[in-house]
T-cell receptor
């Protein structure tokens, strides 16, 4: 069974700075999908970024980018120019490529962006 | 274009009661997945519905059941509620295509269930 580990329960950063959230996972599959979701206090889980394992190029979405290291089974999220609205829980998630679209989540990292 | 909607937003029940939660998927989506998120934890997969059938199930007892309607909306039913069932229940929708894997799941705002 796949597992996802987020080793940083809490992180804090000042506005305009850069922060990196860590995520590692365990799988025996060669192809799969990885996601970062953001859950603000409003509870709505929002997709931040996704990465296909067969793509070597790291995904980027505006201020958000990932560092995908397939051999190390590592998938970190970098947030540049942090904004107050980035304050939220961030969840790393894994999805297999074997047909069923089930997400396996980590335990989350609480990010606090301060002025 | 409406996103994923869930009702109700909050619910309070007592032990032993039964509860039904509802979800309407994002327009164009045909697959609904349900997740349970306990306080301070990541979401845990309950089950997934496609073409009105349960396609996959997580490690949850039979007290948890569901249904999908022809319009792709879905219900989650929990019988004989326990205190431990208190959680945020999230619904996610996606599009299933046998030629396309790894479709992104879009989440609703969730239903907060409190069992007393």
């Amino acid at each position: 069974a796949q597992t996802v580990t987020q080793s940083q329960p809490e992180m804090s950063v000042q506005e305009a700075e850069t922060v990196t959230l860590s995520c590692t996972y365990d799988t025996s599959e060669n192809n799969y999908y990885l996601f970062w979701y953001k859950q603000p206090p409003s509870r709505q889980m929002i997709l931040v970024i996704r990465q296909e394992a067969y793509k070597q190029q790291n995904a980027t979405e505006n201020r958000f980018s990932v560092n995908f290291q397939k051999a190390a089974k590592s998938f970190s999220l970098k947030i540049s120019d942090s904004q107050l609205g980035d304050t939220a829980m961030y969840f790393c998630a894994f999805m297999t490529d074997t047909g069923f679209q089930k997400l396996v989540f980590g335990t989350g990292t609480r990010l606090l962006v301060s002025p | 274009d409406a996103g994923v909607t869930q009702s109700p937003t909050h619910l309070i029940k007592t032990r032993g009661q039964q509860v039904t939660l509802r979800c309407s998927p994002k327009s164009g989506h045909d697959t609904v997945s349900w997740y349970q998120q306990a306080l301070g934890q990541g979401p845990q997969f309950i089950f997934q519905y496609y073409e009105e059938e349960e396609r996959q199930r997580g490690n949850f007892p039979d007290r948890f059941s569901g249904h999908q309607f022809p319009n792709y909306s879905s219900e989650l039913n929990v019988n004989a509620l326990l205190l431990g069932d208190s959680a945020l229940y999230l619904c996610a929708s996606s599009s299933s295509d046998r030629y396309s894997m790894g479709e992104t799941q879009y989440f609703g705002p969730g239903t907060r269930l409190l069992v007393l």
